[in-house]
T-cell receptor, first 116, second 111 residues
Framework: DTAVSQTPKYLVTQMGNDKSIKCEQN?????MYWYKQDSKKFLKIMFS???????INETVPNRFSPKSPDKAHLNLHINSLELGDSAVYFC???????????????FGPGTRLLVL | AQSVTQLDSHVSVSEGTPVLLRCNYS??????LFWYVQHPNKGLQLLLK??????LVKGINGFEAEFKKSETSFHLTKPSAHMSDAAEYFC?????????FGAGTTVTVRA
């Protein structure tokens, strides 16, 4: 009954390879996100989709391409992996503003990517 | 642009003593503020959120935070630390869809 799930949990790969990380949420939320956490644990948003439409696209190399086949899934594909892509990638989802006017994001467990 | 500053990169407490994690925010209007916790090699868990309904917010696991507009602060406290509280804590401000995270505070708990 995991709310936001990611696969794989760990990913070790060589420089130059192409890899994908998958995210699924069963909360019925309309909005999904990808975040990157660097080695100093700093978290920064990369992308956000609302009902399969891209709404946030931060300054991210175009080697990173998000894909949302439906509103429950948001996958992240990375081409030509570089050493600097090593990080933890978190998926999150949210569903509009609550009664207090707050949009709360719920996070997946993370995917730990190591590029050698 | 909104931002948060966590004033302590590391806090060490003894088990059973109070915990205080300090956070100041910068926002041009009434912000949405959150505290998230990340245990080692785990994902981010929501501890509590400020919704403007009350300045003192109670969260999970005995944590609470107080919103002080005059001081632009949203400090997190717990009266009695437990070993399981050892983790990384993030203060977060929201600009609608976009979250801006503080740099994090590492909490260690001594037996």
């Amino acid at each position: 009954d995991t709310a936001v799930s990611q696969t794989p949990k760990y990913l070790v790969t060589q420089m130059g390879n192409d890899k994908s990380i998958k995210c699924e949420q069963n909360l019925g939320h309309d909005t999904m996100y990808w975040y990157k956490q660097d080695s100093k644990k700093f978290l920064k948003i990369m992308f956000s989709y609302n009902n399969k439409e891209l709404i946030i696209n931060e300054t991210v190399p175009n080697r990173f391409s998000p894909k949302s086949p439906d509103k429950a899934h948001l996958n992240l594909h990375i081409n030509s992996l570089e050493l600097g892509d090593s990080a933890v990638y978190f998926c999150a989802s949210s569903q509009g503003h609550d009664s207090g006017g707050v949009e709360t994001q719920y996070f997946g467990p993370g995917t730990r990517l190591l590029v050698l | 642009a909104q931002s948060v500053t966590q004033l302590d990169s590391h806090v060490s407490v003894s088990e059973g003593t109070p915990v205080l994690l300090r956070c100041n925010y910068s926002s041009s209007y009434s912000p949405s503020l959150f505290w998230y916790v990340q245990h080692p090699n785990k994902g981010l868990q929501l501890l509590l959120k400020y919704t403007s309904a009350a300045t003192l917010v109670k969260g999970i696991n005995g944590f609470e935070a107080e919103f002080k507009k005059s001081e632009t602060s949203f400090h997190l406290t717990k009266p009695s630390a437990h070993m399981s509280d050892a983790a990384e804590y993030f203060c977060v401000v929201s600009d609608d869809y976009k979250l801006s995270f503080g740099a994090g505070t590492t909490v260690t708990v001594r037996a």
